[in-house]
């Protein structure tokens, strides 16, 4: 009769797992191999990636279109401030006449508020008097 019972006497032998790409291309392990004396080669991976746009990234880095927001206009700001004044109104009490925050005045009367119809009408009916977004008629 055979003690050993269905045993493998074998040996076995157990290894680390192999490092991932992430692992290998870590800061230390550059370092450690440098000093083993392992070539390093390095190459530099352009990625054609789509932006949501559905351009690629390098065509949107060459544009050279100037994008940016319509602002008050200069005319405008002047007719603002000009009602206000002869209505001796400040600027936090014109916001409370048209249920708008001082600050939305302030960056009317220093041409920083991207123009808003709604806010526009607000004021006309406030101060009497007309305003428009491009008041030349630009």
């Not at 390093?40 to 991976?45: A, G, L, P």
């Not at 401030?81 to 600027?91: D, H, I, M």
């Not at 249920?99 to 939305?104: D, G, L, R, T, V």
Request: charged share 30%; no cysteine; aromatic share 2%.
């Amino acid at each position: 009769m055979n003690m050993n019972g269905g045993q493998d006497w074998d040996t076995v032998v157990i290894r680390k797992k192999k490092p991932t790409t992430s692992q290998l291309k870590d800061e230390s392990a550059v370092n450690a191999a440098r000093r083993a004396g392992v070539g390093i080669e390095t190459v530099k991976k352009v990625a054609h990636t789509q932006t949501a746009s559905g351009k690629a990234a390098h065509k949107l880095d060459a544009e050279t279109e100037d994008f940016h927001h319509e602002r008050v206009s200069t005319e405008l700001k002047k007719q603002i401030t000009q009602a206000r004044t002869e209505k001796k109104l400040t600027q936090a009490q014109l916001g409370q006449l048209i249920n708008e925050k001082p600050q939305i005045i302030q960056d009317y009367e220093s041409g920083k508020a991207i123009p808003n119809p709604q806010v526009l009408s607000k004021l006309s009916r406030v101060l009497g008097v007309t305003l428009r977004k491009n008041p030349a008629g630009k």
